[in-house]
């Protein structure tokens, strides 16, 4: 079974700028797309960006221009850079295989001055 494991969270002030990695334990880049999610206190899930397997990017308008995702094929990660932070991205992100909806452990992003 696919594991992901979420680093690179932390506190940054309002502006700041954090970059989000997920590892896989299997490269499934090629058959299923990659999405980072996230959930605030009391707040439903948001998906926040989608990789797909073709490159295709996909984001909110909450996000959209502030946040990038990628991946290296060879080092079997997905990454988020998030930009332009500002304290509604406060929460915590998780990374998701969309195939066989596989979630990671999560990461928190605390935005605060």
């Known amino acids: 079974q696919v594991q992901l494991v979420e680093s690179g969270g932390g506190l940054v002030q309002p502006g700041g700028s954090l970059r989000l990695s997920c590892a896989t334990s299997?490269?499934?880049?090629?058959?299923?797309?990659m999405r980072w999610y996230r959930q605030a206190p009391g707040k439903q899930r948001e998906r926040v960006a989608t990789?797909?397997?073709?490159?295709?990017?996909n984001y909110p308008d909450s996000v959209r221009g502030r946040f990038t995702v990628s991946r290296d094929i060879a080092k079997k990660s997905v990454y988020l850079q998030m930009n332009n932070l500002k304290p509604e991205d406060t929460a915590v992100y998780y990374c998701?295989?969309?195939?066989?909806?596989?979630w990671g452990q999560g990461t928190q992003v605390t935005v605060s001055s």
């Open positions: 299997t490269n499934i880049f090629g058959i299923s797309a």
């Open positions: 990789i797909t397997p073709g490159g295709n990017l």
């Open positions: 998701n295989v969309e195939l066989y909806d596989i």
